[in-house]
């Protein structure tokens, strides 16, 4: 009797058993259940030589060894239990196609299904005893080089670059489906003096030499508010009881975002006058600000003094201060000016006159020109930021400070005192040419940006032979934790802890507080977008004649839909399983016409260039299945291709990705079906009759089929030509289903393997290289760690930066 049905019995069905035996029977059960174990239970080590090959020699040899194996995979060139684990990848879609009996083909012998079973269980306990024995192995991982995004946010965080020095870069290189993978990061001459342009670009904008002088913002007084355009000058005739326009009355207001008052910088309010009177009596005038919600306001009584002002009306006023007024030649003009000082909230800034004393005179002011000039600091944040220092110490103290804060950041590191001083003497040595200090700091700057210890994420280890894993250093962990997270350098938190040795104890802290900051959009976009492929996006070309409303604006909502909606998962802590299927998505008017959604959840039209949030009530879009940027970039030009979109689903929602066609296989011509009148799916099953065909395609096209509601830009459809659109379909393991919304049910159904797949992905991209066979004891437990809790991403995301790969490393023996 087969051991493992024994054991199953006995353990999990004792109560079954014992309702139906006798209790020495039952326990004769047991005793030879305990005697059987030591000679065949699970410490026995299974022999793949002498238990699987024969499997393989009876059924699969035919097709699958010698010089020219069917799909490239020859079973002849496994011969021991190592060879297997090396190639854990492989096996385990192997395992599922002899499961799912897609193999052997139809056509073929048969294994029986106790033969399949045990093969299985046999191939199973081979990864199994290699998984239980293996020291842990946490891999080794080349160096990698920054790729453009993390060059350009390292940069951006480093110095304050406000712009992408990386425009001209070429494409980084791709491996195992990410652009951050060491082993394909490579440095090319082209890439190296792009290196050196960006330097330059970049220390020259960062640190401005010669500072611009302040801009004057000039306004016409005719768009004082309130307006009038009869006259040159605005006119004040203050309390007139002739006059029928008693807004000459003043106070005369203008936009303060016109005038550069912003709550961040200084600027000088200006206005340019002369006053109309025959009295000898002085005239006086104010400027002041106003603002809702402005801190430091005047009080009443303050405000009764001006003309026109109401205390009790308008409110959220400042007076800035009280000029008086002595010009009074239009020749002549006066120009009175006050420095806004970095107010918040203002929204309006004007000119009032003061009220006379009483029985004087009332004067007519007039207006010519009301300016500002700012802000007064035209050197950019970055300058300021970049050079701050103490300011009581010598020069070269100063140089030492600025760059030992630089290297600090650029290295993800504190500097040797070495580093530091060639790098002050380098700057030195062009003040002595006599450079500006700034010029020289620029030098500096550019020589930082050039380093392999910037460009390069190094990770030296002081054990570099031992086999053994061992901790990574606190400032590389600090490194791999902010790339990972926010694709940029460790923030001064981070290098504090790690020059405190807090930083591993620390982990979840800090991962809680990384997540929440902006910065952590970068996880959601660049691994989303590289792990759902639709960076391809980007190079997709629709037949214009076929999809005339794709355009490049549609190309980009398409793309901004799904960066949203990933966003969206990662920064609400949303469950693995809603990128499935989510009851919201994010649209605007375009996106919203492109899917026929009209109106949000309260009823309201979408309108507009800006995005949405939009609840999807019993809809079939929901989940990046349904995004139109996925379903274009697994479409061909001229049509839907129910076989990559197939595809994709296995590859990157199930892990399971099919062995690449044979060679020979002719395309389905495109313009076959205005030939024939058959409709895309006939034809596909015409297709699948090659025998060298069927199995792969059984798997992929009745997915593919379930998507077929959306053409090849996504927008939704019911027919394809004249006939109607057929989405049914049947796995090969007997499921069937009608649409998308049963596939993306079935999907979630099988949720552990989907998050073992985003497991794996995110692992690689976490880690910056391929997964081998040792990590699989890293992904069980990861996975497991999701189905206790309810899948969220915080829960991976955790677990992937408190694994082995990602916190251990060994050196190059083992």
């Not at 082209?190 to 342009?197: A, C, H, Q, S, T």
Request: net charge negative; glycine share 4%; with cysteine.
């Amino acid at each position: 009797m087969n051991y493992n049905r024994i054991k199953t019995l006995i353990t999990m069905k004792p109560l079954i058993l014992y309702k139906y035996l006798s209790l020495p029977l039952f326990l004769t059960l047991l005793l030879i259940f305990i005697s059987l174990k030591p000679s065949i239970g699970e410490n026995r080590v299974p022999n793949f030589a002498k238990e699987g090959i024969p499997f393989l020699e009876k059924y699969c040899f035919g097709c699958h060894a010698g010089d020219q194996p069917e799909a490239g995979l020859g079973f002849d060139s496994y011969e021991d239990n190592m060879s297997l684990i090396k190639d854990s990848d492989i096996w385990d879609i192997v395992l599922q196609m002899v499961e799912t009996r897609h193999m052997p083909p139809e056509g073929n012998e048969q294994p029986s299904l106790e033969e399949m079973e045990s093969f299985v269980q046999h191939i199973n306990a081979v990864f199994e005893d290699a998984s239980r024995n293996a020291k842990p192995d946490p891999g080794r991982v080349t160096v990698r080089r920054l790729n453009k995004v993390e060059y350009r946010n390292s940069v951006r965080d480093l110095l304050g670059a406000d712009f992408d020095p990386t425009e001209s870069f070429p494409a980084d290189d791709v491996g195992h489906g990410f652009d951050n993978i060491g082993d394909v990061l490579t440095m090319s001459p082209l890439l190296m003096e792009r290196y050196l342009e960006a330097a330059e670009a970049i220390a020259t904008r960062v640190i401005i030499l010669d500072p611009p002088k302040p801009s004057t913002n000039y306004l016409n007084t005719k768009y004082l508010l309130p307006r009038h355009d009869s006259v040159r000058d605005q006119r004040f005739r203050p309390l007139d009881p002739k006059s029928t326009e008693p807004w000459l009355s003043g106070p005369f207001k203008a936009n303060a975002s016109t005038l550069k008052l912003l709550h961040d910088v200084e600027t000088y309010l200006r206005a340019t006058v002369y006053v109309e009177t025959e009295s000898e009596i002085p005239v006086h005038v104010a400027l002041f600000i106003q603002g809702e919600n402005l801190e430091d306001v005047s009080s009443p009584e303050e405000l009764s003094q001006l003309i026109g002002v109401d205390p009790n009306v308008q409110q959220g006023i400042k007076i800035l201060e009280i000029f008086e007024i002595t010009a009074r030649d239009p020749k002549k003009l006066q120009t009175i000016r006050h420095l806004v000082s970095r107010v918040p909230n203002i929204q309006l800034a004007g000119i009032a006159m003061v009220k006379p004393e009483q029985g004087e005179p009332q004067a007519i002011l007039h207006i010519r020109a009301i300016t500002s000039v700012g802000p007064l600091e035209t050197r950019p944040e970055s300058h300021l930021k970049i050079l701050a220092c103490t300011p009581d110490i010598s020069q070269t103290e100063q140089t030492r400070e600025v760059l030992t804060r630089l290297l600090r950041k650029a290295y993800r590191r504190p500097p040797s005192n070495q580093e530091i001083e060639e790098l002050v003497q380098f700057a030195e040595s062009f003040q002595a040419e006599g450079a500006k200090w700034e010029a020289a700091i620029q030098q500096a700057i550019k020589v930082i940006l050039c380093s392999p210890k910037f460009l390069f994420r190094l990770e030296l280890d002081d054990r570099p032979q031992t086999e053994e894993p061992h901790p990574i250093d606190e400032f590389h962990l600090a490194s791999r934790l902010s790339y990972f997270l926010w694709s940029s350098i460790p923030d001064d938190e981070l290098l504090e802890l790690a020059e405190k040795n807090q930083l591993t104890e620390s982990l979840e802290t800090q991962i809680i507080r990384m997540l929440a900051d902006p910065k952590a959009n970068e996880l959601a976009t660049n691994f989303g977008a590289q792990w759902l492929q639709i960076q391809r996006l980007e190079t997709v070309t629709p037949d214009p004649k076929r999809f005339p409303t794709f355009n490049p604006k549609l190309r980009a909502d398409m793309m901004k839909e799904t960066k949203l909606f990933l966003e969206s998962i990662f920064r609400e802590d949303r469950s693995i399983l809603d990128l499935l299927d989510a009851d919201y998505t994010f649209l605007n008017q375009r996106l919203a016409g492109h899917y026929e959604i009209w109106r949000n959840a309260q009823g309201e039209p979408i309108k507009g260039d800006a995005f949405q949030r939009v609840a999807l009530q019993k809809h079939p879009r929901g989940g990046i299945l349904t995004h139109a940027s996925v379903l274009t970039v697994t479409s061909n030009p001229t049509r839907t291709s129910p076989v990559k979109r197939g595809r994709w689903v296995l590859e990157q929602i199930l892990g399971a990705p099919p062995p690449p066609p044979p060679p020979d296989v002719p395309e389905l011509e495109e313009e076959h079906d205005a030939i024939t009148g058959t409709t895309l799916r006939e034809r596909l099953e015409q297709h699948r009759d090659d025998p060298a065909c069927a199995n792969c395609h059984a798997k992929m096209d009745p997915i593919g089929f379930a998507m077929e509601n959306y053409n090849a830009i996504g927008k939704y459809r019911t027919k394809d030509g004249e006939k109607e659109i057929d989405t049914a379909g049947q796995l090969p393991d007997g499921t069937s289903f009608e649409g998308i919304t049963d596939l993306k049910q079935i999907l979630k159904n099988r949720k552990r393997q989907f998050a073992q797949c985003v497991t794996e992905k995110m692992l690689i991209y976490a880690i910056g290289r391929g997964l081998e066979y040792y990590d699989r004891p890293t992904i069980e437990h990861i996975v497991n760690e999701l189905e206790t809790k309810d899948y969220k991403i915080s829960v991976l995301i955790t677990a992937i930066v408190k694994s082995d790969p990602f916190l251990l490393r060994r050196g190059t023996k083992g």
